[in-house]
């Protein structure tokens, strides 16, 4: 089992920053992938951006790219999400998970995912 825990989040105005971490216990050393979702009010849960654990390889939504930066510090088991220009369609509850399979796999899916976070709320206002 790993269990997920977010910070960081919080009330920023647009344009504004915040940086969101994501730090993970347990079985860690299995874990392949992590990624941040989001969920704004009334809307699915959608994907924001991944990182493979071992090779850094990034990826991000569209709607993120450019603003939006994934990293991973492996000693720490932490991953983070550094969000810059945000906007108020930003605003959401941003959660972070992680796979332990290897392999090919829709990085983008959140079935592709094993373990979720609670949650941690980011307000953009305009």
């Known amino acids: 089992q790993v269990q997920l825990v977010e910070s960081g989040g919080g009330l920023v105005q647009a344009g504004g920053s915040l940086k969101l971490s994501c730090a993970a216990s347990?079985?860690?050393?299995?874990?392949?992938?992590m990624a941040w979702f989001r969920r704004a009010p009334g809307k699915e849960r959608e994907f924001v951006a991944a990182?493979?654990?071992?090779?850094?390889?990034?990826y991000y939504a569209d709607s993120v790219k450019g603003r939006f930066t994934i990293s991973r510090d492996n000693a720490k088991n932490t991953v983070y999400l550094q969000m810059n220009s945000l906007k108020p369609e930003d605003t959401a509850v941003y959660y972070c998970?992680?796979?332990?399979?290897?392999?090919?796999?829709?990085?983008?899916?959140?079935?592709?995912?094993?373990?979720w976070g609670q949650g941690t709320q980011v307000t953009v206002s305009s």
């Open positions: 998970s992680s796979r332990d399979r290897s392999g090919g796999y829709y990085y983008s899916d959140e079935d592709e995912y094993d373990y």
């Open positions: 347990g079985r860690t050393f299995s874990t392949y992938a």
């Open positions: 990182i493979r654990r071992s090779i850094g390889r990034l």
